[in-house]
């Protein structure tokens, strides 16, 4: 299959030339031979062919022959991008600043994570008072090339141990190494195939983590959906872990988590058979051969344990409160029928955690932080005073805390950390970072546009101040849409470089996300799916109705279930952008629920077997099974990682062969696979750089820079 690709270069062939312009060369960009097999599916009596099938087999050769075949042509062509060398440059400047994190006291230590510039991986510092901070742990030494990294860190009661999980390759399968603070010695041995786990100690004597019996087959793409929790018990080895919930047909779920109250009373295992609505029993661990008492029996909500005094609970829930409250029960009768409200659900979209013996009740209005604080008797104590407009996390720390820490941070300003004196509420600047990007310049706007039905949508859109309503502003529409996550605004490096060069960056908060409660997230889902693209779609054409770009000046862009979004808005408004970037999307609809833990997003998505009306709905936006021969669509580069165990590569390949196979016009379609890389937690920063070098080239390029703007 060839195409004639288009591309801004000097004087540089991949392939072969056959015509000249003033300043373009017209290139023949030969895509890699995609081999087509016979495989087909039944659907209640549609059958739908399959035929790159044989590109799910991450484990043959001649897949990876294929990868090393896409890679060759999209390094070839990214490397001759004459501005790409440049760009690179820029974002390593701008990246190589210090970055540290709010600080945490676990025992005698406080801790902080710390990157200094272009580290691949944070460094994690810790002190005593009035000492000075020493390497503590340097995930950088877990591995030659960085793809090593630290997944979490769990400390027990006293802090004397921890406990902390690497994942490799990018992977979510990790392993938990425990170590000794004071000597850093690794004190038993490693714990392996954990997976989708915390680390919840109880006391001094060992913690809590999940995990699913190995896969047979592929571990990168084979499906798991028995989650189970483990206890392990300090000094004893993994084989002997006591299984203490998800063993058995009755206690199948596809994820548990366990958590143990702060005063080590209480044992909560959570059980969710997708990624919405959660089972919640609770265990008396003071109480030799305590049982489970059920606290809810159905995933009609999402509920969990902020926290307890004695065996009074503070429960966080949505049950027939889509915008969240707290409420309070005792843990000897704790069924909803007792829940007595506690911080009441509100208009705007509750976050809740605790510290210093009061609760911090943040909320999001419209995408913008607001936080209040109460004590345990529910009585409002104050509004924090926030240093601006953006986006606040942190207030959470021990019960006897009396400082805390939180960061600010919104599109245009690096996040700094404050630190807050709980009882009088005074905030004062800790740290603010020392950047070369000057905040000062840029701006953003919230507005409010109309979706195809009706609905209003919000959007923040950043830019450099004095921009000229033109249609010709280089724009990215990032967009994500579904899993109840919300967008809200913070400070990124890769998109200052972005705004740099005078371009725009649009974030609309789209139904299926977050912002707005379960009732947005929810209108974004199954068979109301529609309403996310068309809320994406809406947004570009407010950008061009309102002069901020055009469709030769627009590129969308998302990863994940976002990746998925941008293969669907592509394939059903070609016309809208000129660059597509989807990035680890979730890009065949029809069998996603077959790999890994794909069927966990059924809540969101539903899936090809439910019956005849989800498959068929399904389908009719799946991005691998509508790419039609003869269409024109736009320059896109699709990127994965070839170790993403979640959002398996395959779905990124499949949808490149369609796109390869079908294009008809002169736009690249183009793969970048990453070796040794996952999902994206984790990436080295070295890696991340080269990730978005390439995406901005690609893209500028395909707009018709000839050099950077």
């Not at 008797?377 to 005073?385: E, L, M, P, S, T």
């Not at 009088?424 to 000057?438: A, M, N, R």
Request: proline share 4%; with cysteine.
């Amino acid at each position: 299959m060839t195409n004639i690709i288009t591309i801004s270069l000097l004087g540089i062939l991949i392939l072969s030339c056959n015509s000249v312009e003033t300043h373009k060369k017209t290139i023949k960009l030969k895509y890699p031979e995609t081999k087509k097999v016979d495989t087909v599916t039944n659907y209640f009596g549609t059958k739908v062919k399959d035929p790159y099938r044989w590109l799910e087999d991450d484990l043959s050769e001649e897949t990876g022959s294929w990868v090393a075949d896409q890679n060759k042509i999209t390094f070839g062509y990214l490397e001759n991008i004459p501005f790409r060398d440049e760009l690179k440059n820029r974002l390593e400047k701008l990246w190589n600043y210090e970055k540290i994190s709010a600080p945490f006291k676990e025992g005698d230590y406080t801790y902080s994570y710390k990157n200094d510039g272009l580290q691949n991986q944070y460094v994690i510092y810790h002190f005593k008072e009035n000492d000075e901070p020493k390497v503590f742990l340097d995930p950088n030494t877990f591995s030659k090339d960085g793809t090593t990294s630290l997944a979490g860190l769990s400390f027990s009661r006293n802090g004397k141990i921890v406990a902390y999980s690497i994942s490799e390759g990018g992977s979510d399968w990790r392993k938990i190494i425990v170590m000794d603070v004071d000597s850093k010695e690794v004190i038993q041995d490693t714990l392996i195939d954990v997976k989708f786990s915390g680390i919840s100690w109880h006391k001094n004597e060992g913690f809590y983590y999940s995990s699913y019996d190995k896969p047979k087959g592929s571990e990168l793409s084979a499906k798991t959906d028995q989650h189970k929790v483990y206890y392990h018990k300090l000094g004893t080895k993994q084989k002997n872990d006591k299984l203490i919930y998800g063993g058995t047909e009755q206690e199948k779920h596809r994820y548990l988590s366990a958590s143990v109250s702060e005063d080590d009373r209480y044992l909560t295992i959570y059980a969710k058979v997708s990624t919405s609505g959660t089972k919640m029993f609770i265990k008396d661990l003071t109480k030799k051969n305590s049982s489970f008492i059920t606290v809810l029996d159905h995933t009609d909500s999402d509920t969990y344990a902020i926290d307890n005094i004695g065996s009074k609970l503070y429960l966080v829930t949505n049950l027939n409160a889509p915008n969240k409250k707290i409420v309070t029960v005792d843990a000897s009768n704790p069924t909803p029928e007792n829940w007595i409200d506690f911080i009441p659900e509100t208009e705007h979209v509750l976050s809740a955690s605790t510290g210093g013996g009061y609760f911090f009740a943040k909320y999001t209005v419209n995408a913008i932080s607001q936080v209040k604080q109460y004590d345990f008797d529910g009585k409002f104590i104050r509004n924090i005073r926030l240093p601006g407009i953006g986006n606040a996390n942190g207030f959470g720390g021990k019960k006897e805390s009396k400082i805390d820490y939180y960061s600010f941070t919104n599109y245009s300003t690096p996040s700094s950390i404050y630190k807050f004196n709980i009882d009088t509420g005074v905030s004062e600047l800790y740290w603010q970072p020392s950047i070369d990007f000057k905040s000062k310049d840029y701006e953003s706007k919230q507005v409010f546009y109309t979706s195809k039905d009706g609905t209003k949508v919000p959007m923040i859109i950043t830019y450099k101040k004095g921009l000229e309503l033109n249609g010709k502003n280089p724009t990215i529409l990032y967009g994500y849409g579904g899993f109840n996550i919300s967008l809200n605004p913070g400070f990124s490096i890769s998109n200052a470089v972005w705004m740099e060069m005078g371009g725009i960056y649009a974030v609309p908060n789209l139904r299926g996300g977050g912002e707005f409660g379960k009732k947005w997230h929810d209108a974004g889902t199954k068979l109301q799916k529609q309403n996310v693209f068309d809320d994406f779609i809406a947004a570009g054409e407010y950008l061009i109705d309102k002069k901020y770009t055009s469709s030769d000046f627009l590129a969308i862009r998302g990863g994940s279930n976002g990746g998925l979004l941008v293969g669907a808005t592509m394939t059903q408004r070609p016309d809208l952008m000129k660059v597509a970037l989807s990035a680890v999307g979730v890009l065949d609809m029809l069998r996603y629920h077959t790999f890994t833990s794909g069927a966990g997003w059924a809540y969101d998505y539903g899936t090809s077997e439910d019956n005849k009306e989800m498959f068929e709905y399904l389908k009719a936006y799946s991005p691998v099974h509508n790419v039609k021969k003869g269409s024109q669509y736009p320059a896109t580069l699709i990127t994965t990682g070839d170790h993403d165990d979640r959002v398996v590569p395959a779905h990124s390949f499949k949808f490149a062969a369609e796109l390869q196979a079908k294009q008809s016009g002169s736009n690249p379609i183009l793969i970048r696979i990453e070796t040794d890389a996952g999902h994206g937690a984790g990436t080295p920063v070295s890696k991340t750089i080269e990730q978005y070098a390439d995406i901005f080239s690609f893209t500028l390029s395909n707009m018709g820079f000839e050099e950077l703007p």
